[in-house]
């Protein structure tokens, strides 16, 4: 599963609100419920659910029963940012 969630995370925009909810997920490191996430990101709750539903349904997240987490590594949020910084020179 985390080869496709990779290949899944590649395929993310980092300027996307789904990779901002991704990263906060990733780095807070413990289950969101989406209300509690548009809260915290200042993002519409309609945004958070639709962005959600589209990275649950790649396998970027678990579903819990205290939240939504991360099935992605700091580390590899990380090397997304590299990758994409490598490409702007």
């Known amino acids: 599963m985390m080869d496709k969630a990779l290949n ?3 395929k993310l925009g980092i ?4 990779f901002k909810i991704l990263c906060h997920l990733t780095l807070r490191g413990r289950p969101f419920k989406p209300k509690d996430l548009a809260t915290e990101l200042g993002v519409k709750p309609a945004t958070v659910r639709a962005r959600i539903s589209e990275l649950y349904s790649r396998d970027l997240l678990t579903l819990g029963s205290r939240g939504y987490s991360s099935n992605v590594k700091p580390y590899d949020i990380l090397m997304r940012f590299h990758e994409e910084s490598g490409k702007e020179g």
């Open 8 to 10: 899944e995370l590649s």
């Open 15 to 18: 300027t996307s609100s789904s």
